[in-house]
């Protein structure tokens, strides 16, 4: 994998930059749709590919190795094979989902994590090595380095213990991904993680550890987990700050619309978040003129455009007092059009922030829109 920043933005620490996969080439700042257990629910590749122009999704080491299965996703010839998505694909090493299940789940630190699965209760054993082969399996092109992820709040102490068992984990991904081969015939690069909660000193001893290793690309996680989110921004600040100009960021688990572009400010090149799918299912749609909870009675009558601003087809064929019926009837499509709606703003929402960077002027184009794209409608 090769990144290059092709340009800055003259007012803050925002860039516009490439990188390349043996999969193809992905601009950035991108948001990456989240297709937990191999697809972006009710979306199909051809409209990822074609009506949202994604370019690059992610999966989940956690949900994929319980189902479909290792061996069925080897014998499909790896994830892009098996859902017919032939661009890159990054995974996230299953750390978070782990988190998740705190009372299913035993971190010993030597070994790794014993968790329950939850569709049956089976115990399961997550070592870094482990992680690393599965991901190797399931063919991803950007695998991410085995992590703990510790609660918000959390005693200072914890974070601490956490954030070493966290770089320990990454001294023996780095040594299994440096000792096994790439499958299916394409390069695969790993990702650390930058942990340490909301503890600043912590933050910095972790980016910095991070940055030692020199991978082609690093993470900061263990945000988004319920702290403020002024407290987010500065963890985001600190790590951008320390993590090297030369290599894509990615923040993961963000966020909301506001949260993206004020991390792209701050240096952040990779995002993603089950927010506009998990929204777009339940009614609640983002546009540049606010956000809107199409099950209210205000749409009733409005046979208005969905998004006059959107060149997305179901913005345009379909009406607001439509999509409302939808919702409140409980059709499908009703989430189906959300959830595609709310993929394409994301999409536009960074193909703009390049837009405006390669131009010089986000930063003011950013405080131009933000308060419109945060008000409810």
């Known amino acids: 994998m090769k990144f290059a920043v092709n340009c800055w933005d003259s007012h803050s620490n925002a860039r516009a930059g490439l990188i390349h996969t043996d999969r193809g080439e992905i601009e950035t700042p991108i948001f990456m749709p989240v297709g937990t257990v191999g697809a972006v629910k009710g979306m199909h590749v051809k409209q990822l590919k074609e009506d949202v122009k994604a370019q690059i999704i992610l999966g989940n080491t956690y949900h994929l190795y319980l189902r479909p299965g290792l061996e069925v996703l080897e014998r499909a010839g790896g994830i892009h094979q098996f859902n017919g998505w032939d661009k890159p694909m990054l995974t996230d090493s299953g750390g978070f989902q782990v988190f998740s299940l705190s009372h299913k789940r035993k971190i010993k630190p030597d070994e790794g994590v014993w968790f329950q699965s939850h569709i049956d209760g089976s115990k399961h054993l997550f070592s870094p090595e482990k992680v690393i082969d599965i991901q190797r399996i399931i063919g991803a092109d950007i695998v991410m380095a085995f992590d703990e992820c510790p609660p918000y709040p959390c005693e200072y102490e914890y974070a601490k213990k956490s954030m070493h068992i966290t770089h320990q984990w990454l001294d023996r991904c780095i040594q ?9 015939g394409k390069s695969q690069t790993l990702f650390p993680i930058v942990q340490g909660s909301v503890f600043p000193d912590l933050r910095k001893r972790s980016a910095e550890y991070i940055a030692s290793k020199e991978r082609e690309g690093n993470a900061i996680g263990g945000v988004s987990v319920g702290e403020p989110t002024e407290l987010m921004y500065e963890i985001t600040e600190l790590c951008c700050s320390i993590l090297p100009k030369d290599k894509p960021r990615y923040l993961m688990g963000v966020g909301t619309p506001a949260n993206i572009l004020e991390a792209i400010g701050m240096g952040v ?109």
């Open 176 to 184: 299994r991904m440096d000792e096994t081969e790439p499958r299916y």
């Open 269 to 377: 090149d990779m995002f993603d978040c089950v927010m506009p799918t998990r929204n777009g299912r339940n009614g609640m749609i983002f546009t540049w003129e606010g956000m809107m909870n199409m099950r209210n009675e205000k749409w009733k009558y409005d046979f208005s455009p969905i998004d006059p601003q959107s060149d997305l087809f179901a913005d345009q064929d379909y009406s607001r007092a439509y999509l409302r019926h939808l919702y409140v009837a409980n059709e499908m499509l009703g989430a189906m059009i959300g959830t595609i709606h709310n993929i394409h703003f994301y999409m536009d929402l960074v193909a703009k922030a390049r837009e405006h960077i390669q131009k010089g002027d986000f930063a003011s184009w950013k405080n131009e829109v933000m308060p419109k794209i945060t008000r409810k409608l």
